[in-house]
């Protein structure tokens, strides 16, 4: 059996950074909104374990490079799946990949908590989305954003979220400079 996903690339419209936290991190107070722009991840069953098999990048991507193995998101969320639900045999998943990356539109973090809601559904547990939290959590900052979507207030570490009624529609216009920007060094330079 064969399912498709869409994985949405955010913005953040506002993004403060307010102090640092005991742990090391930083105290954030920011809005997420997801894009129409977006990634595709294909899951097929398999026999048995769980693996990215494919990554295909969009034209405006030539030249990235994105790894396939156990440091993408996507295979961290499906082996935590695994570990904490189970799996009915294997998955493979191809990605197309359309969020740039570097950009600071999230799309790891998408790959990844889409990952989480693709097998919930396909699997059919965890019953709540709520149950899936932690483990995103421990996948990354912005992850837990990507359980909820659409707009939403983060605070803490950015994963304590309110959602927030959508506004109207609005027109963006995204301009991506030719240099990706590391989200960890951005906060570690601060």
Same mark, same amino acid.
């Given at each position: 059996?064969?399912?498709?996903f869409r ?7 506002h ?5 640092r936290?005991?742990?090391?991190? !930083?105290?954030?107070?920011?809005l ?8 595709v %991840? !294909?899951?097929? =069953?398999?026999? *048995? ?5 494919e ?8 030249? =990235? ?34 969020? @740039? ?7 790891g973090?998408? *790959? ?9 559904e396909i ?20 992850? @837990?954003?990507?359980l %909820?979507?659409? %707009? ?8 304590? %979220?309110?959602?927030?009624?959508d ?11 030719r ?8 906060f570690?330079?601060?």
């Amino acid at each position: 059996m064969r399912w498709s996903f869409r994985s949405p690339a955010k913005i953040n419209p506002h993004l403060a950074v307010v102090g640092r936290r005991a742990d090391g991190f !930083h105290e954030l107070k920011l809005l997420f909104q997801t894009l129409d722009l977006h990634d595709v %991840l !294909h899951f097929e =069953s398999t026999a *048995n374990g769980f693996a990215l098999a494919e990554v295909q990048l969009s034209d405006g991507l030539a030249g =990235s490079t994105l790894s396939r193995f156990d440091d993408n998101l996507i295979v961290r969320a499906g082996h935590a799946f695994e570990r904490r639900w189970g799996l009915p045999g294997g998955f493979r998943v191809w990605l197309e990949k359309s969020i @740039p990356l570097g950009g600071g539109l999230g799309g790891g973090s998408s *790959n990844a908590g889409t990952t989480l809601l693709a097998l919930r559904e396909i699997c059919g547990r965890p019953t709540a989305v709520s149950d899936l939290w932690p483990v995103a959590r421990e996948l990354g900052a912005d992850v @837990p954003y990507f359980l %909820l979507g659409e %707009l939403a207030a983060g605070f803490g570490r950015g994963d304590e %979220l309110v959602a927030l009624e959508d506004g109207p529609p609005e027109e963006l216009i995204l301009a991506m400079p030719r240099e990706s920007i590391s989200t960890a060094e951005v906060f570690g330079a601060l």
